[in-house]
């Protein structure tokens, strides 16, 4: 791809900034992310549109008449409304090697207490209006 067809690409002209050509980049790279459309068809023209995006952005950082940062140095300017495996938040907690494999258990000791607590007063309700149902079809004083 050469750098005219890149900025075309973009929707920027010959003389943009590199701050121009990194916000019409992310700006193309939401709009055109194909993790946004269920259907197939359309997943797969947003994604070679996104991917020549992407080909574009490369094509202007590599262009020494753009001074752009090196992408390891890009981060993305984070809005409650951005999901996404391209703007996830850098400050991932650590993950021990027992939850990557499954092997760590989701239930905390007050979650069990709380389940095996309210199943047993589950069942003791149902027993107390099960013997209320039979003694009343029988005919007796509950």
Do not use: I
């Not at 709009?31 to 094509?59: I, L, N, S, T, V």
């Not at 090196?70 to 703007?87: D, L």
């Not at 905390?108 to 013997?131: C, I, K, M, N, Q």
Request: aromatic share 10%; proline share 4%; glycine share 6%.
């Amino acid at each position: 791809m050469n750098t005219q067809e890149a900025y075309r690409v973009l929707g920027l002209s010959a003389g943009a900034t590199a701050d121009d050509v990194k916000r019409a980049y992310r700006q193309k790279a939401l709009e055109y992310h194909p993790d946004r459309f269920q259907d197939d068809r359309k997943k797969a023209f947003y994604e070679r549109r996104f991917m020549d995006a992407r080909e574009a952005y490369a094509c202007l950082r590599s262009d020494a008449a753009v001074e752009l940062p090196e992408e390891s140095e890009v981060v993305p300017e984070m809005g409650s409304w951005v999901a996404g495996r391209s703007f996830a938040a850098t400050d991932v907690e650590p993950v021990s090697q027992a939850e990557k494999l499954g092997l760590r258990s989701p239930w905390s000791l007050e979650t069990l207490l709380v389940w095996v607590g309210g199943t047993a007063l589950a069942v003791v309700v149902l027993v107390y209006v099960f013997r209320f149902l039979a003694d009343v079809v029988r005919g007796g004083n509950p």
